[in-house]
């Protein structure tokens, strides 16, 4: 049985005591690769064949990993290599040592070994070691020089998973890697990788935490501003530099961070962690068979992945989950198309046959979702709640792919305001769908049935739409956690577009699973798609400098008072209520013009952009033929914007409106959440 771990750990370390919130720690093992670790292999070659501290240091860092894979903690794993054509090798890098006189670098980077090509990605040498090997769902960042951050989107994954602290392992020549949050590291080697990455992690906001009585690169604790280094989980290939490599972390009362050692941190994680089971008497005769587990009906992702590594079945959960289903009353106007029981079941089937390995489970094995019915899967018709439009696709969305790639179980397609257009949820043919509060309340639009899937327990979470709030709204309406995520971080690919330049998936999780699964959910999916004009590429996001300690002021934007005495007066009392909260956890208001908000609203609908939706329809004419299948409010929408003649010369001052407003409140929003 786990018990629940303190909000803060503290261990022992120099030059005082380290304290680190687990929530937001991360494990990063530094550069475990055969190259560095094996004979034959790029740091063997380099060493002069003194490996004994590198080998040494890799029973410790399995420790680690293990301690971490029971958590249920992010895990990162980094990987120094090039490019085949070694275009991403700097020429100082791959020529100096083996330039300098008496040299004993027989060999550089890029030269075939007897572990493939040295320190080149693809390549045998290239991987991690088989003792660390990295399990489905933690992270791998391959990295081109010694520190972690240079050339790879390290600082971007740790800020995206919300890491403040870090450990770190590491078993290379000369690495480095950071994470937001806490780290715990370890690996090769202390003067070179370790304290490259961690300087460059104090940089950026962490502190370091080392360990000296391991090896000469140590395992590593990093806080978005506090990182900590485990000396037993690291090693290098000089043990004389050791000591006052790792001296000079804390030196000048914790300088670049702090060192601690492996004992005291396994020591303080042990009460989280599993007991260990007690074999059982061998008494020479077939124990009976065990329970199977019962599911407690819980869909919140870490509940289910915890009772999935205990032995439950997904095929329990589903079958219950139809139960539910079959129960609710509001299923009909929920779901445009249910999966049939019998086909989830046997998925469910086919996910435990492949996945038998507990241990090893992809991250988001046998979560049941539900997709809003503008987002194609292949072989499935996509409505987009406008008969006329019905298409079966040949080819699913990206989002379902890859959602299906980390072990979800889809389980239908949900209801929505026709065209994806409309905040009341009361625009389908496919019937209304109610709030789960009360059935006489709107669902909210124009993800409804979305919302109210997630909202009613009948799915773990929803992928659904938001253009200008069709995620938000129906997730206010009924009680769930929606987001809607910066556009262009999760390819839109293979979903019918509303306002192609402003829509965006959004997600819909239970108010159990809160703002923890949405990030989870996110990081899993995120990333650059080419077939995604909108897709943004790596690297092109502001990235925040990180505070672990949390104690900085923070600010937020409020609508003006105007605005607000519009609203009803029930309404108000909770408006303010909610920002004396805000006002209590350390933020700062800062007011600013409305108005200008409302005008951009307008543009969407009652300007030329509104055009943008027009060309979302299959040609010019279709909307003559089929005006009498749509919705009169949607009809009454796209009549009057043809109606308009907007011209060109119309739409592009519109588009430069729209310019002014979207920078107007930088000013406002500067600092702010």
């Known amino acids: 049985m786990m018990e629940a771990l303190p909000r803060n750990i503290t261990i022992e370390a120099k030059p005082y005591p380290f304290t680190f919130p687990l929530s937001s720690t991360a494990l990063l093992l530094i550069d475990l690769q055969r190259d560095f670790i094996l004979p034959s292999g790029f740091g063997d070659i380099q060493s002069g064949t003194n490996l004994t501290e590198v080998t040494a240091a890799v029973p410790n860092c399995v420790r680690i990993l293990q301690a971490f ?74 990295k081109p020089g010694k520190g972690a951050f240079w050339n790879t989107n390290l600082l971007e994954e740790l800020v995206g998973w919300g890491i403040t602290h870090l450990v770190r392992i590491s078993t290379t020549c000369r690495h480095d890697h950071n994470i937001n949050g806490s780290k715990i590291v370890g690996g090769v080697t202390t003067e070179c990788c370790v304290t490259t990455t961690v300087r460059e992690a104090n940089d950026r906001g962490f502190e370091c935490c080392k360990s000296p009585e391991t090896s000469c690169e140590k395992l590593g604790l990093e806080n978005s501003q506090e990182i900590g280094i485990i000396e037993e989980c690291a090693a290098g290939y000089n043990n004389s530099f050791r000591a006052p490599s790792l001296d000079m972390i804390h030196w000048s009362q914790g300088l670049f961070g702090f060192v601690s050692t492996l004992p005291t941190l396994l020591k303080e994680l042990a009460p989280a962690l599993p007991s260990p089971s007690v074999p059982a008497p061998d008494l020479d005769f077939e124990s009976p068979p065990s329970t199977p587990p019962v599911w407690d009906g819980r869909l919140t992702l870490a509940a289910l992945r915890k009772s999935y590594r205990s032995g439950l079945s997904p095929v329990t959960v589903i079958t219950s989950l139809y139960t539910r289903i079959e129960e609710y009353s509001q299923t009909k106007s929920t779901f445009i198309r249910l999966v049939d029981q019998s086909t989830s079941v046997s998925y469910a089937k086919s996910l435990q046959k492949l996945f038998s390995d507990l241990t090893n489970l992809p991250p988001l094995y046998g979560v049941p979702f539900t997709l809003k019915d503008s987002i194609n899967v292949a072989g499935i ?34 209801n929505l305001d026709q065209f994806a257009t409309g905040l009341t949820g009361c625009r389908s043919p496919y019937g209304t769908p109610a709030s789960v509060y009360n059935p006489d309340y709107v669902s909210g639009g124009s993800s409804s049935g979305a919302a109210v899937s997630v909202g009613a327990e009948l ?61 989870k959910l996110w990081n899993l999916v995120r990333g650059y798609d080419p077939d995604d004009p909108y897709s943004k590429t790596p690297g092109s996001l502001p990235l925040p400098i990180v505070n672990a300690l949390g104690e900085k002021k923070w600010k937020f934007a409020l609508p003006d ?107 406002i929003m500067s600092g702010a959440v």
Not at 384 to 412: D, E, M
Not at 497 to 502: D, R
Not at 583 to 598: A, N, R
């Open 69 to 142: 894979r029971e958590l249920d903690l992010p895990i990162f794993h980094t990987r120094e290599g090039h490019l085949p054509d070694l275009s991403d090798c700097p020429s100082s890098k791959l020529n100096r040592q083996a330039s300098a006189p008496g040299s004993n670098h027989s060999k550089v980077i890029g030269d075939p070994g007897k572990l493939g090509r040295l320190l080149i990605r693809g390549e045998y040498g290239h991987d991690i070691v088989d003792e660390c090997r990295p399990k489905r769902g933690e992270i791998v960042v391959d």
């Open 459 to 519: 799915a773990s979470f929803a992928i659904a739409t938001d253009t200008a709030g069709s995620g938000r709204v129906p997730a206010g309406f009924n009680g769930v956690v929606g987001w809607k995520p910066t556009k262009g971080t999760v390819s839109f690919s293979g979903v019918m577009n509303a306002c192609e330049s402003l829509d965006c998936l959004s997600f819909m999780v239970t108010p159990e699973g809160g703002v923890k699964d949405v990030r």
């Open 561 to 667: 008072r105007k605005a607000v005495a519009e609203c009803s007066p029930e309404y108000r009392k909770l408006f303010y209520q909610v920002i004396g909260s805000l006002y209590e956890i350390g933020g700062e208001v800062k007011e600013g013009d409305w108005g200008l908000f409302e005008e951009a609203g307008k543009l969407l609908y009652d300007g030329a952009l509104v055009n943008e939706r027009l060309a979302a329809l299959p040609d010019g004419r279709w909307l003559e033929k089929e005006k009498d299948e749509l919705h009169p409010v949607i009809r009454e929408i796209f009549q009057n914007a043809l109606e308009k003649g907007v011209s060109a010369a119309e739409a592009y001052k519109d588009l430069r409106k729209m310019t002014t407003y979207l920078l107007s409140p930088l000013s």
């Open 381 to 414: 018709p996509t409505t987009l709640a406008c008969p006329p439009l019905i298409h079966i696709p040949s080819r699913s969305s990206k989002i379902y792919s890859r959602l299906i790639s980390l072990g979800a179980i889809y389980i239908g397609k949900t």
